[in-house]
């Protein structure tokens, strides 16, 4: 029975990192392609398994900052690489602005759709 055990922990990771690398993103995986990796976890079991473990899973992707473009509040405008303000006040206000703005713009814009539609004059301001 003990002799099985090797074997059978051989299988259970073999079946783990295939699924894994198949659930993958592929522009998450690092080093190879996503077919390079799943070629090399099908043909070498134990040695392909262990090297997708090492150099090629995913890594989790940690929460943003601020200074790498966080905008708590405002998940529109998260982007890795947006300029962030150094004071979190200015931004959200300045976020808040935006948002009021483009709000404003959609309601005159259904505004002036609805005059068209029922033929209104003084569409234009």
């Given at each position: ?25 592929e522009d998450g995986i690092r080093h190879l392609a996503k ?9 070498f079991p134990l040695a392909g398994s262990i090297a997708w ?32 303000s150094e004071d979190p006040a200015k931004d959200e206000e ?32």
């Amino acid at each position: 029975m003990l002799r099985l055990l090797p074997p059978v922990l051989v299988l259970i990771l073999w079946l783990f990192c295939v699924v894994d690398v198949i659930t993958s993103r592929e522009d998450g995986i690092r080093h190879l392609a996503k077919t390079w990796w799943l070629l090399i976890v099908l043909f070498f079991p134990l040695a392909g398994s262990i090297a997708w473990l090492v150099a090629g899973r995913p890594v989790a992707e940690r929460p943003m900052t601020r200074l790498e473009g966080a905008a708590p509040g405002f998940p529109e405008y998260e982007r890795r690489g947006r300029f962030a303000s150094e004071d979190p006040a200015k931004d959200e206000e300045f976020l808040r602005k935006v948002r009021e703005r483009a709000e404003e713009q959609r309601k005159r814009h259904e505004q002036q759709r609805r005059q068209e539609e029922s033929g209104e004059p003084g569409g234009a301001g």
